[in-house]
Nanobody, 118 residues
């Protein structure tokens, strides 16, 4: 069964950095769009950053210039470097892989908690 496993979350002070990593069992390849989403308590899950099959990236306006997404298909990994963290970044972060085959098929990890203290 395909799996996505996140790591790298934790508690950090405002202004600090964290790096999230996601390893995908056959789920992060040159056939998948991969990305990170987050969900804060009481809020809907939102896209943070996504990287397409051709390597193009999109970012939420709130993280542009602070977060960088990257992928390594050979190692089946996608990473999110988060700098200049602010308390509003506090959320559970989910790794996502999507296969486009007519429809979009989404796969999710279990999530990793990021908490930014002020």
């Amino acid at each position: 069964q395909a799996q996505l496993v996140e790591s790298g979350g934790g508690l950090v002070q405002a202004g600090g950095s964290l790096r999230l990593s996601c390893v995908g069992s056959r789920m992060i390849s040159d056939r998948h769009i991969v990305g990170w989403h987050r969900q804060a308590p009481g809020k809907q899950r939102e896209l943070v950053a996504e990287i397409a099959i051709n390597g193009s990236t999109i970012y939420a306006d709130s993280v542009k210039g602070r977060f960088t997404i990257s992928r390594d298909n050979a190692k089946n990994t996608v990473s999110l470097q988060m700098n200049s963290l602010i308390p509003e970044d506090t959320a559970n972060y989910y790794c996502n892989a999507a296969l486009i085959a007519g429809l979009r098929y989404d796969f999710w990890g279990q999530g990793t908690q990021v908490t930014v203290s002020s």
